[in-house]
Each structure stands twice: as C-alpha cells, then as structure tokens.
C-alpha cells in the first residue's frame, strides 16, 4: 500500500529541495530526492504551481522545475515584523506576484492566518490610508493598493487552512449607512470564515437602506439560517459613530422577529480604545481589533446553550 502524504509535507520538501538550484529539477530528479514515486510527486507539483509557490519551463518533452521568485521556507517561529515589511514592501513597490507569494508563502508556512489579518494585512491598510492622507501617494495609487489589499484577503480565504465547521454560528457582515469604507469588514468575514462560521460578507449596503430594507434582511437571515436554533451575529461597520445608531435600531427591529439568538457588532477604526466605546448605542460588543473580536465571538458560542 502506497503512503499517504499530506500537501503541508510534500511542500516543505519540494521547496527544500529546489533551494539554491538556479537550473532547476525534473520531476523525475525531485521525486528521487525526495523518495516519493513520479506519479505522486507530479500531482504535487501541479498543486504547488497552481497556488504560485513553484514554477516550470518545458525543455523538450521534460518539464523543469523551479521555485517562483522569492519564495523560500521560512524559518520557524514565523517573524511577522519581517513578513510585514516584506509585504509592505512589495505593495507599496507595486509588486504585485511578490505581494501574492508572500501571502501564499507565509499561509502554507503554518502561520495562523487571523494573525497574518491582523498583524500584516491590517497595518498596510493603515499604512495605505495614512500616506494617502498626507498626500504622499495619489487617488490612482491608493485605489491600486487597497485592491492588492483586498485580493490578498480573498487569498487568505481560499488558502487558509479552516477550522472546524460551527454548526449553527453565522455571522452577517455590513457597512452602516453613509459609510464608503467596506474593506474591514470584509477582513473581519474571512476570519470568521476562517474559524469555521458560516460567513456572510455583504459590503456596502447603504444605498440599500430605505424604509423596507428590515423586512429584506429579515428574509436573507431566515433564508441562510434554516435551522430552528442557532447563533447570529450582524456586524456594522463604521468610521463614524453617527452612522451607527441608526443602523443598530435597524438589526435591534430585526431581532425582535428572528427566532434565534442574535447579537450585535461594531466594528471599525472609531472604537480604537476601550474608553471611547459608546456603549448607550446599543451593539453587544465594540470591536477594537479583530483578535479581540475573534475571541469574544468564540467564547460567545461556548457560552450558548442550545
């Protein structure tokens, strides 16, 4: 019977394999390297390939093997200062295949990729919005990053390795009326993807918010959760507290009718600190960062009693 192996294993020692080899490998070369048979290991290198790690060049009837452009196996802990230079550097350079295999790189290096959110992603954007701000790049160039940005979240997504599925644990994600700013809150829905929710990122909806705009998302809540019991949190993103309390009546109207337990978020750069949390509002939990709001949702549907 053949051994099993897994793409964690297989990667590490392909990529190790190829390091420091400028003229490449065949399949047959690394299969032996490495003791797995060739049918296997191409399967293998395909997969690698395709997720931008490696790279090939047909000589004859014989394809070459070679690690893509920067990347290398990472030494073990993980340093996210580096990888956070790193990828800021090559946003910010308009790099964008290096950009990507940073973030490919860093995934299949068994990082945790909420951590990788919130310690390398999330400071570029703020880095992004801050040098746009001071005019130090222009509307062109920030709109070119903050779209690098969000392809990288949609690579986290698809990449990440998911915990678990929730059974019964969703989670709506929105912008408040009168907010443009929708790239946080679709941070926040990868990582409750990533932790095993069933997640449900619907971006800006502002334009959407007229007077039968509860009744519609009444119908999309029961529509997503069919089940008679289970757990629902709507999270409301804002960069202005204004625009929150009107929203939250919204949800709170829309609560009265779900027959399930539902909680509220706020989320967004307004709740930076403990002591500016508004808490007359009326929103089950501020969001300060999205660690904290990671955790509290977990501990959240630890605590439901079903």
Same mark, same amino acid.
């Given at each position: 019977m053949s051994k099993r192996y897994s793409l964690d294993e297989i990667k590490h020692r392909i990529i190790d394999t190829l390091t420091d080899i400028d003229v490449g490998l065949s399949g047959v070369e690394i299969a032996k390297n490495i003791g797995v048979n060739r049918i296997t290991i191409t399967k293998?290198? !395909?997969? @690698?390939? +395709?997720? /931008?790690?490696?790279?090939?060049? &047909? %000589? /004859? $009837?014989?394809n070459i093997w070679y690690l893509a452009d920067g990347v290398t196996e990472l030494e073990v802990p993980i340093n996210i200062l580096d990888v956070q230079q790193l990828y800021m550097n090559a946003l910010f350079n308009y790099y964008e295949d290096e950009a990507r295999r940073i973030i490919i790189n860093v995934l299949h290096s068994g990082i945790d990729p909420i951590k990788l959110l919130s310690d390398v992603v999330t400071p570029t954007l703020? %880095?992004?919005?801050?040098?746009?701000s001071r005019g130090r790049i222009t509307v062109t160039e920030n709109i070119f990053i903050i779209n690098l940005i969000n392809e990288s979240i949609?690579?986290? &997504?698809?990449? +990440?390795?998911?915990?678990?599925? &929730?059974?019964?644990a969703y989670a709506v994600f929105m912008s408040a009326q009168g907010e443009s700013d929708v790239i946080g809150s679709k941070m926040t829905s990868v990582g409750f993807y990533v932790k095993g929710w069933s997640s449900y990122f619907l971006g800006n909806v502002a334009s959407e918010t007229d007077l039968l705009f509860d009744i519609d998302l009444l119908k999309f809540l029961n529509k997503i959760s069919k089940i008679q019991r289970g757990l629902m949190i709507i999270s409301i993103s804002v960069e202005r507290k204004e625009h929150l309390a009107s929203m939250v009546e919204t949800v709170k109207s829309i609560r009265s009718k779900f027959n399930k337990k539902m909680f509220i978020l706020a989320e967004g750069e307004t709740f930076n600190t403990e002591n500016e949390l508004a808490n007359d509002i009326g929103a089950d939990f501020?969001? %300060? !960062?999205? $660690? $904290? %709001?990671?955790?509290? +949702?977990?501990? @959240?549907?630890? &605590?439901?009693?079903?």
């Amino acid at each position: 019977m053949s051994k099993r192996y897994s793409l964690d294993e297989i990667k590490h020692r392909i990529i190790d394999t190829l390091t420091d080899i400028d003229v490449g490998l065949s399949g047959v070369e690394i299969a032996k390297n490495i003791g797995v048979n060739r049918i296997t290991i191409t399967k293998y290198l !395909n997969v @690698l390939e +395709a997720i /931008g790690l490696i790279k090939k060049k &047909k %000589t /004859g $009837s014989v394809n070459i093997w070679y690690l893509a452009d920067g990347v290398t196996e990472l030494e073990v802990p993980i340093n996210i200062l580096d990888v956070q230079q790193l990828y800021m550097n090559a946003l910010f350079n308009y790099y964008e295949d290096e950009a990507r295999r940073i973030i490919i790189n860093v995934l299949h290096s068994g990082i945790d990729p909420i951590k990788l959110l919130s310690d390398v992603v999330t400071p570029t954007l703020n %880095t992004a919005k801050e040098l746009y701000s001071r005019g130090r790049i222009t509307v062109t160039e920030n709109i070119f990053i903050i779209n690098l940005i969000n392809e990288s979240i949609d690579l986290i &997504k698809f990449n +990440a390795r998911r915990d678990n599925i &929730k059974p019964k644990a969703y989670a709506v994600f929105m912008s408040a009326q009168g907010e443009s700013d929708v790239i946080g809150s679709k941070m926040t829905s990868v990582g409750f993807y990533v932790k095993g929710w069933s997640s449900y990122f619907l971006g800006n909806v502002a334009s959407e918010t007229d007077l039968l705009f509860d009744i519609d998302l009444l119908k999309f809540l029961n529509k997503i959760s069919k089940i008679q019991r289970g757990l629902m949190i709507i999270s409301i993103s804002v960069e202005r507290k204004e625009h929150l309390a009107s929203m939250v009546e919204t949800v709170k109207s829309i609560r009265s009718k779900f027959n399930k337990k539902m909680f509220i978020l706020a989320e967004g750069e307004t709740f930076n600190t403990e002591n500016e949390l508004a808490n007359d509002i009326g929103a089950d939990f501020y969001a %300060t !960062n999205l $660690s $904290s %709001t990671i955790d509290w +949702a977990e501990e @959240l549907y630890k &605590k439901i009693k079903w």
